[in-house]
């Protein structure tokens, strides 16, 4: 079985240049780009743009909306009147009832 031997410095250079002429030929084969292809790969880019820019739009007013909405509830809440805290009079006499109506179901 053979050995490895390490390859000098000007083989490693000729394998790189050799590399870089294969690249450069495969490079030059390719065919050029079609106009056509290329307008119809551009229309198709701009009208994916353009729908993404009107979800986005769609996205952001239905938000606006939300907030809007919120809003709103949170103004008619607003607009109900809440009820005064009963005072210490009010209080008392609800506490009387209560006794009243315990001790006449006793006795």
């Given amino acids: 079985m ?3 031997n390490d390859p000098s410095f000007q083989e490693r250079t000729a394998l ?3 590399a870089r002429e294969k690249a450069l030929k495969q490079l ?4 050029p780009v079609d106009e056509a292809v290329l307008a119809e790969r551009n229309a198709a880019r701009l009208a994916r743009e353009a729908a993404q820019a009107e979800k986005s739009a769609a996205r952001k007013a239905a ?3 939300a907030k809007a909405d919120k809003l709103a509830a949170a103004a008619a809440i607003a607009a109900i009147p809440v009820p005064a ?3 210490e009079a009010e209080l008392k006499a609800a506490r009387d009832a209560r006794y009243a109506a315990r001790k006449k179901r006793k006795g």
Avoid: D, H
């Avoid at 030059?28 to 065919?31: G, L, T």
């Fill in 2 to 4: 053979a050995s490895y």
């Fill in 16 to 18: 790189a240049r050799q």
């Fill in 28 to 31: 030059a084969a390719k065919p």
């Fill in 63 to 65: 938000i606006q909306q």
């Fill in 85 to 87: 805290a009963p005072t």
